[in-house]
């Protein structure tokens, strides 16, 4: 069974299906994670005794947390801007069937690797933060702020791993269809870094909100 649009664009939206599947998709997590920072909003309002935050979290470690996920951003786009020289020159050959090049298929492992990498050590970083609140007996339920904290983080820490398994999947298992159907390939790899700078979109609101406010 052939899928269609799965290369080329559709006519009606001008995109691929599998671009025009994750922005819809996207579209209910912008849902998702804006009743969060609404409700943060609301509450912090209405709270006369919200905590002073910068008191609670952990600025330094969070600041390196963010450096960690905006350059994994970059190695995303490294990743999948180093299939795009085989696949020009699949065309220009004629031999869009042709197995792939070492060099761009080196790059994209060396990358997508790193990637991996910088989400991982994002999560053991968050970890850190975590047991160190754990240990002073701060819990979701010490108050509204602690609460929001733990959802808000934890739930973004839950959609980075889930970019992490897709991409694991794209450096691994899922990179047999390069040699099949590379210009497939390249389309998933792009879709998964447009989830990943979604990710990544979303920590940059939640640590002013969450750490600096």
């Given at each position: ?9 559709r006519p ?10 994750i922005?819809?998709?996207?579209a209910s ?6 009743s969060?920072?609404s409700?943060?909003?609301?509450l ?9 935050q910068s008191?609670?979290?952990n ?30 020159s699949?065309v ?8 792939a ?6 790059r ?5 690797g ?14 850190v933060?975590?047991s ?10 010490t108050n509204?702020?602690?609460?929001l904290y ?9 959609h980075?791993?889930g ?13 047999k ?7 497939r390939?390249a ?5 998964a870094?447009i ?19």
């Amino acid at each position: 069974m052939i899928v269609p649009y799965t290369t080329d664009v559709r006519p009606d939206t001008g995109l691929t299906n599998p671009k025009l599947g994750i922005w819809l998709f996207l579209a209910s997590e912008v849902m998702l994670f804006g009743s969060l920072f609404s409700a943060y909003a609301l509450l912090r309002s209405g709270d006369p005794a919200w905590p002073d935050q910068s008191t609670v979290v952990n600025v330094p470690l969070a600041t390196l947390n963010t450096i960690v996920l905006i350059s994994s951003s970059v190695t995303m786009v490294l990743a999948w801007a180093s299939l795009t020289p085989a696949l020009a020159s699949r065309v220009t050959t004629g031999k869009a069937g042709a197995p792939a090049t070492p060099l761009p298929l080196g790059r994209y492992r060396l990358f997508m690797g790193l990637t991996l990498l910088l989400g991982a050590v994002f999560l053991c970083i968050k970890a850190v933060e975590y047991s160190d609140k754990f240990s002073h007996g701060l819990l979701p339920s010490t108050n509204n702020f602690l609460g929001l904290y733990f959802t808000m983080t934890g739930l973004h820490a839950l959609h980075v791993i889930g970019g992490m398994i897709v991409n694991a999947y794209l450096l691994g298992p899922g990179l047999k269809m390069w040699s099949s159907a590379p210009q497939r390939f390249a389309n998933r790899v792009e879709v998964a870094g447009i989830y990943w700078h979604f990710v990544d979109v979303v920590w940059i609101f939640l640590f002013p909100v969450l750490y600096l406010l």
